[in-house]
C-alpha cells in the first residue's frame, strides 16, 4: 500500500497570504490528522477527521482550518500568515486503533 | 491533560552499545502509548505501541520498549546501535479522541548521535 502522500512538500509564502496544504491517506484509512511541527513546540496537534467530520481539535487559532472530503483525503488551510506558521506540517492517517501513520509533512516558510 | 516527557535531549553511543531512551507520561486512565523515529527532513516512522497486554513491546528495527505503570516510564531500548539509528526519536501518549481513535500529545524528542 501507498503510504500517505502530501502535497506540497516545499512552500514559501509571505505574511498576510493564505496557503492550503494537501493529505492523501492510506487506502482504507477513514481518520486524518495533523500536526504542526516547530523546532520551539515540537509536535502540536491541530484537528483530526474521521468520515468528513472534524472530532477534534488543537488550541490553535481560528486562522487555521481543515475539511475531509468523502474519500478521506484532506486539506488544511491557514489565512492571514503570519512568521510563526513556519513549520512542518505533517499528516497522518488510521485505520482505528492500529496506530497512526504519517506523511513526510509539508514545510510552509512565511517570508 | 495528558503530557509527556522526554528528559533527554541529546544523546550520543557508539555504534554497536546498547542504548536506552528514557520518556515519562502523565495521563489519567490506561495509556496507549508510542514511540516515533523521525529522520531529517522526513516524516514520523511508528516503532511499536502499547495498548495493553504484555508491558515488553517489540518494534521494528530491533527496537523494543517496556510500559512500567508504577514509574509511569516507557523507555526505548535496542542491545545494539547501528549508525543507521541516528535520528529523533519521540514518545507519545494518545488520549481518545471520539469512537477508536485517539489524539496524540508527544514528548520534546531525544536527537540520537551515533560515533562509529
Known amino acids: 500500500k501507498a503510504g500517505v502522500t502530501q502535497t506540497p512538500r516545499y512552500l514559501i509564502k509571505t505574511r498576510g497570504q493564505q496557503v492550503t496544504l494537501s493529505c492523501s491517506p492510506i487506502?482504507?484509512?477513514?481518520?486524518v490528522s495533523w500536526y504542526q511541527q516547530t523546532p520551539g513546540q515540537g509536535l502540536q496537534f491541530l484537528f483530526e477527521y474521521f468520515s468528513e467530520t472534524q472530532r477534534n481539535k488543537g488550541n490553535f487559532p481560528g486562522r487555521f482550518s481543515g475539511r475531509q472530503f468523502s474519500n478521506s483525503r484532506s486539506e488544511m488551510n491557514v489565512s492571514t500568515l503570519e512568521l510563526g506558521d513556519s513549520a512542518l506540517y505533517l499528516c497522518a492517517s488510521s485505520p482505528g486503533a492500529g496506530g497512526w501513520f504519517f506523511g513526510p509533512g509539508t514545510r510552509l516558510t512565511v517570508l | 491533560a495528558q503530557s509527556v516527557t522526554q528528559p533527554d535531549i541529546h544523546i550520543t553511543v557508539s555504534e554497536g552499545a546498547s542504548l536506552e531512551l528514557r520518556c515519562n507520561y502523565s495521563?489519567?486512565?490506561?495509556?496507549?502509548l508510542f514511540w516515533y523515529v523521525q529522520s531529517p527532513g522526513q516524516g514520523l516512522q511508528l516503532l511499536l505501541k502499547y495498548f495493553s497486554g504484555d508491558t515488553l513491546v517489540q518494534g521494528i528495527k530491533g527496537f523494543e520498549a517496556e510500559f512500567k505503570r508504577s514509574q509511569s516510564s516507557f523507555n526505548l531500548r535496542k542491545p545494539s546501535v547501528h549508525w543507521s539509528d541516528a535520528a529523533e526519536y519521540f514518545c507519545?501518549?494518545?488520549?481518545?479522541?471520539?469512537?477508536?481513535?485517539?489524539?496524540?500529545?508527544f514528548g520534546k524528542g531525544t536527537l540520537l548521535t551515533v560515533n562509529p
Open positions: 507519545a501518549v494518545g488520549a481518545p479522541s471520539g469512537g477508536s481513535n485517539y489524539k496524540l500529545t
Open positions: 495521563y489519567g486512565a490506561t495509556p496507549y
Open positions: 487506502s482504507g484509512h477513514r481518520s
